[in-house]
Structures are given as structure tokens and as C-alpha cells.
């Protein structure tokens, strides 16, 4: 069965500090596509990004970089020097690639990321 | 114009009225979705809709229906709602082609839905 597990429901930094958050997931299938999105406090879903099964090669955009590990089924994402307008859920999500998926996207619980000043 | 816009924001209804929530894309996506969400937990898929055509009914109610009138339109017509119902309604879109579906959702800010 797919899954994904973000084992953390919440976590609380002060500004500055460096946090990460965790993603698992399972999967059956050798071809499928991971994301990662931001839900800021007005409720929109916001993409931070997309990796497929193929491409482990990490990703660093300005604060934010993902490591993705297929030997662990881990996705997992890093802000560093964090600052207060991170504070957001953050979804992890799974979609598998398929005739008529509906691109149906798997989410995981969510990480509540609180910054403090 | 890269964004998904949804009317109302918010929404208050009785249990015998009938209503309706509206989303809007202009990215030339074919893929639009409907996703009911309620508070710490995350969206569940209800509907998507891929060239018009709606393609999953992820099992929902008969007193939620959808319409797709055309490429850039998606409505859920409400009728005799319950109060467990009330949610947070996020619609999104995706360039996905008509085989496979493996790109990103674009979502709207969501429609704040109360059932009273």
C-alpha cells in the first residue's frame, strides 16, 4: 500500500536556527513522483517541489534543499536559518505514475513548523 | 497568470440549503481537482476531472456534485449538507496529460465552508 509518514506533528525553532523536517514513504511501484508542500495559516496549498523516482540528486533552493534517499525511503526537507514566515504545515505527498491515476496524490500527516522570534 | 482562484472564501449554510463553490484556472491545465480538508488533518481527494471528463469520485456523498462547463471552470454544487461536512474546500489544477498524471497540483486559497 502507498504511504507517507511525517512522524513529526510538531516542532518549535527560534529564528535562525536550522530545522528538518522528516518524510517516509512506501510505495509498490518503481516509478513514482514526490512533493512537498507548504500550508501557511491563510490555507492555501503552496509546491515547494517535485522529484521523480529516478533523480536522487539533491535540491537546494536559496534556504530550502531536499535529500532524497530511495535505500531508506526518505525524503527528507532542511530550512536553514529559518525565519518566522516559515511557520506553516508542511505536507509531503506521494503520486504514482500511472494510465488514470488522476494524479492522485498521497499526503502525509503534516509538520506544524512554529518559528519563533 | 499562474494561479487557481476559488469563490466564496468563506460560506455559511443550513442543512436544507443548496449552494454552490466555484474555482477557476487560466493556466491552460486539463486536470482540476476537488479536495475536502478539516482542521490538523490533510486534503482528502473527492473528485478529478481530467479533459472535462470527471475521472475519480473518490466515493463522496451524493449531496456533493461536481460540474467541470468548460477547460478553466470547476464547480461543487452542495445540497443538504450536513454539519460534518464543514471544512476547508481547496480545488487545484495540473498540466497533466491525458495517459499519466505525475505533475505538481497547482491549489486555490480554499473555500472556508460552515454547516449549520
Known amino acids: 500500500a502507498q504511504k507517507v509518514t511525517q512522524a513529526q506533528t510538531e516542532i518549535s525553532v527560534v529564528e535562525k536556527e536550522d530545522v528538518t523536517l522528516d518524510c517516509v514513504y512506501e510505495t509498490r511501484d518503481t516509478t513514482y513522483y514526490l512533493f512537498w508542500y507548504k500550508q501557511p495559516p491563510s490555507g492555501e496549498l503552496v509546491f515547494l517541489i517535485r522529484?521523480?523516482?529516478?533523480?536522487?540528486q539533491n535540491e537546494i533552493s536559496g534556504r530550502y534543499s531536499w535529500n532524497f534517499q530511495k535505500s531508506t525511503s526518505s525524503f527528507n526537507f532542511t530550512i536553514t536559518a529559518s525565519q518566522v514566515v516559515d511557520s506553516a504545515v508542511y505536507f509531503c505527498a506521494l503520486s504514482e505514475i500511472g494510465y488514470n491515476q488522476g494524479g492522485k496524490l498521497i499526503f502525509g500527516q503534516g509538520t506544524e513548523l512554529s518559528v519563533k522570534p | 497568470d499562474t494561479e487557481v482562484t476559488q469563490t466564496p472564501k468563506h460560506l455559511v449554510m443550513g442543512m436544507t440549503n443548496k449552494k454552490s463553490l466555484k474555482c477557476e484556472q487560466h493556466m491552460g491545465h486539463r486536470a482540476m481537482y476537488w479536495y475536502k480538508q478539516k482542521a490538523k488533518k490533510p486534503p482528502e481527494l473527492m473528485f478529478v476531472y481530467s479533459y472535462e471528463k470527471l475521472s475519480i469520485n473518490e466515493s463522496v456523498p451524493s449531496r456533493f456534485s461536481p460540474e467541470c462547463p468548460n477547460s478553466s471552470l470547476l464547480n461543487l454544487h452542495l445540497h443538504a449538507l450536513q454539519p460534518e461536512d464543514s471544512a476547508l474546500y481547496l480545488c487545484?489544477?495540473?498540466?497533466?496529460?491525458?495517459?499519466?498524471?505525475?505533475?505538481?497540483?497547482?491549489f486555490g486559497p480554499g473555500t472556508r465552508l460552515t454547516v449549520l
Open positions: 487545484a489544477s495540473s498540466p497533466n496529460t491525458q495517459e499519466y498524471f505525475y505533475n505538481e497540483q497547482f
Open positions: 522529484r521523480n523516482s529516478f533523480d536522487e
